[in-house]
């Protein structure tokens, strides 16, 4: 060491590079670690490889619309391919992609359960034919959206919309944290970018708001509701159970990978479901997700629990949750 | 019965940035002033208000549901929120209104209900069918918050629940026998009627509150009337209503503190983010000892039990080195974990033998060198188990190690996040699964903890 302490200065630096260069996640092959430990912390749950796989194209897939977007916004040619993957590693944004990669893997095993179209449920098919020209402006932007999302998804694509405005404000920022970090970019145009390119966001474009909107519209679920998965869908029907439980759409969709689908049966009692009306839920959601139907609640089970009791614990995981990854943590 | 209200045009709010009403069509002006709000006051809306602050704070177009409710209904909009760099505006595109069941008023005639209505109801809460507060008719005296910011909150994040019911279940809105309001210390016993449609189902709840009880100097009133903070009394007033009254707004303390910290709403000066990342650290520790305040609560407390399950030792010294992991490798501190194919069946309670295990490498992640090695070994007798965790750290004299297990002992130590709860909670565990905690430590020569449970003689184990 010299004495004004220049070389140690510049061999800490060396040192403290190499150190940030090893602890940096190589995320292709750490994502699966990241998804079961940040979502599935004991559960003894192994995710599937193929929603895994989804999951990382899809997060490609953000990448790009997120870099053209700042790119677009102002934040200059100059940062094409240098946002990383690193803004992804992210609990609450891994959850809403899992609970997406759930719901294609959903619509993708629709046929088994005599669904061809699953884009097209009998539910909105119905509204398609309403004289309310509004009923129909809303089915018919569910249908395309639908649509979108299935076609997306057989090509490994999502689009922004698919996440929350939260969500999707996180990324943005932390992709623009995340080019600062590494020196790309000015900062000022960069926020002015991010600026720019969230007010551009518009929730209603996206998919999980037609779905809601559907259901607030038609005030879904209904007095004497067909709750048959292949009469709504499997997406029209989730968004029903997250619009009576009050546990949000992505909470449900993850309900349905859980083993034994225990949490989804109690949903559906507080929903107001049948014995047998949940009997065949349950099975059918089983059938769709591809888990083994022998671990599935029975009937005697199902009826035992109340609607009141139902809701009582429904209310439980809701009250006790501030946010979705509050309840998955529970 | 919901009725849905198709709007010929839809109407609309403007607000100033600071959700001041700068302008507002008929329906949504009338329920801002039924709701108390002033002429160009802040919006008098909760759920509205919260919308647009979400929409301004983003700077990005929303379009959700929110609900109103007023005294004989409860009103569910489809709003579009467009944020501008002076103001916000909330177009409301459908209205769905639902009526609430009116209030019926304690008439005490003796019929099958006097039991409830006798009570003479000093106030009174409306609860919606999931469990949200429509509205509250306060004792004369209380004053249930200006801003009514109470409306649809669900009545646990409101309302302090105490004793009387089981801490550990507040969302179970039959079982509540007392609580009180927010800056109002009182108990308020409470008595719960569900209101059930004619199709018998849950359309809400009341709650009827009468006078708090009265502490009586002479104690007459003898068990009723809870003595003033004995130890064992304000720890139990700890874990079922301080502790939980403290996770919320401390969690929302170090989220936020890491939003700052991590810059995840844009980029801020480092010092900045370092100082936020300090605020976070200081959270997490005040959570720490909240969870610490609970678990005493809990192990002290008379009916305390544990399960005996069978467990796999060896699996649950690997899931807790699994999960501090990251915290090891921050300070290359190496982990030396059983193998996979080791097993070590013992009898005690999977989370509570984890639990233990997680306080023991914790520590020693906390006390050892950088660079160093932590040992997680297994070890049997003829009918207990043990695991060691074995450190390179400073090590403890004797006098230490004679004090080490005592509640609130830090041994000088501080700074570091723990709260001198975490050894003697642990031990508590050890010996109620009908085990033991030892250490062996000499100054310069590292600790050895030692936990030690039954054997299971089948052998057979369970994750968790």
Not at chain 1, 294 to 306: F, K, R, S, T
Not at chain 2, 154 to 169: L, T
Request: charged share 25%; net charge negative.
């Amino acid at each position: 060491m010299d004495e004004t302490g220049s070389s140690v200065g510049s061999r800490q630096s060396g040192q403290g590079l190499l150190q940030a260069a090893l602890a940096l996640p190589d995320l292709a092959t750490e994502l699966p670690v990241v998804l079961k430990a940040r979502l599935f912390p004991d559960s003894g749950f192994e995710p599937r490889e193929d929603d895994l796989g989804l999951v990382s194209a899809w997060i490609d897939a953000l990448r790009e619309q997120v870099e053209n977007g700042l790119a677009d916004a102002g934040a200059g040619p100059e940062i094409s391919g240098k946002v990383s993957r690193r803004p992804f590693s992210d609990r609450a944004i891994l959850t809403q992609l899992m609970a997406r990669a759930v719901e294609m893997r959903l619509a993708r095993n629709a046929p088994a359960i005599g669904m061809p179209d699953p884009e097209l449920p009998e539910a909105v098919q119905q509204r398609l034919g309403s004289e309310d020209p509004d009923t129909v402006e809303i089915a018919m932007a569910l249908l395309i959206a639908q649509c979108r999302f299935l076609a997306n998804g057989r090509a490994f694509h999502l689009d922004l919309g698919e996440l929350s405005a939260e969500r999707t404000s996180g990324l943005v920022w932390r992709s623009v944290s995340q080019l600062q970090d590494d020196g790309i970019g000015e900062p000022v145009a960069l926020r002015a970018a991010a600026e720019k390119f969230l007010a551009g966001f518009d929730e209603r474009e996206g998919r999980p708001h037609a779905l809601e909107r559907f259901c607030h519209w038609l005030a879904l679920p209904e007095a004497r509701q067909n709750w048959s998965v292949a009469h709504n869908g499997p997406a029209l029907l989730l968004a029903m159970l997250a619009r009576v439980s009050g546990l949000g759409f992505d909470a449900c969709c993850l309900l349905c990978i859980e083993p034994g689908l225990a949490r989804l049966a109690i949903v559906a009692r507080a929903a107001g479901l049948s014995g047998h009306e949940c009997l065949a839920f349950l099975a059918d959601m089983a059938e769709l997700a591809r888990l083994g139907v022998h671990d599935l609640p029975d009937l005697a089970a199902i009826e035992a629990v109340g609607q009141d009791e139902a809701q009582q614990m429904v209310a439980r995981w809701r009250n006790h949750a501030a946010s979705l990854d509050d309840w998955m943590d529970g | 019965m919901t009725m849905q209200s198709r709007l010929e045009n839809p109407v609309s709010i403007r607000l100033s940035r600071n959700g001041h009403v700068i302008s507002a069509d008929q329906p949504l002006l009338q329920l801002h002033f039924e709701a108390g709000g002033r002429d160009q006051g802040e919006l008098a809306l909760p759920q509205l208000l919260a919308l647009a602050r979400q929409s301004m704070a983003m700077g990005m177009r929303l379009s959700r549901a929110a609900s109103i409710a007023d005294a004989s209904r409860r009103i569910s909009l489809w709003c579009d929120v467009t944020p501008s760099p002076s103001m916000v505006e909330i177009l409301v595109r459908d209205w769905q209104e639902e009526p609430l069941a009116p209030y019926v008023p304690p008439q005490g005639d003796g019929s099958d209900a006097p039991a409830l209505w006798a009570l003479s109801g000093d106030g009174h809460v409306r609860l919606d069918a999931e469990q949200r507060i429509v509205r509250i008719t306060a004792p004369a005296d209380v004053s249930p918050g200006e801003e009514r910011d109470y409306l649809l909150k669900h009545w646990s994040e409101y309302f302090a629940v105490a004793d009387g019911m089981d801490g550990h279940r507040p969302w179970q809105v039959f079982q509540i026998h007392s609580l009180a309001f927010p800056g109002d210390e009182r108990q308020w016993r409470v008595e719960v009627v569900p209101d059930m449609g004619a199709q018998n189902r849950v359309l809400g709840f009341d709650l009827v509150l009468s006078a708090p009880r009265a502490a009586k100097p002479d104690g007459a009133e003898g068990a009723a009337v809870p003595r003033l903070l004995d130890d064992a009394q304000l720890a139990r007033i700890f874990g079922t209503r301080i502790g939980p009254a403290l996770r919320r707004p401390i969690g929302r303390i170090i989220a936020n503190a890491e939003t700052i910290g991590g810059r995840l709403d844009g980029p801020i000066r480092a010092e900045y983010a370092n100082y936020a990342s300090d605020i976070a650290a200081a959270g997490r520790h005040l959570l720490t000892l909240v969870d610490d305040l609970a678990d005493l609560e809990a192990i002290e407390s008379s009916g305390f039990r544990v399960e005996s399950e069978a467990v796999d030792l060896s699996d649950v010294a690997r899931r807790a080195g699994g999960l501090l992991a990251l915290k090891a490798s921050d300070h290359r501190i190496r982990l030396d974990l059983p193998r996979d194919d080791e097993l070590m069946p013992v009898i005690g309670e999977f989370r509570r033998v984890l639990q233990i295990l997680l306080n023991l490498i914790g520590n020693a992640i906390a006390y050892s060198p950088d660079g160093s090695v932590i040992w997680v070994r297994l070890d049997e007798s003829d009918d207990m188990a043990a695991v060691i965790v074995a450190d390179q750290g400073p090590g403890m004299s004797d006098e230490e190690q004679a004090k080490l297990f005592r509640k609130w002992e830090r041994l000088g130590r501080s700074g570091d996040g723990g709260s001198g709860l975490g050894l003697y909670i642990s031990r508590r565990l050890a010996e109620a699964m009908g085990g033991t905690l030892t250490v062996q430590s000499a100054p310069g020569q590292g600790a050895r903890f030692r936990l030690e449970l039954p054997k299971n003689a089948d052998g057979a184990s369970s994750g968790a």
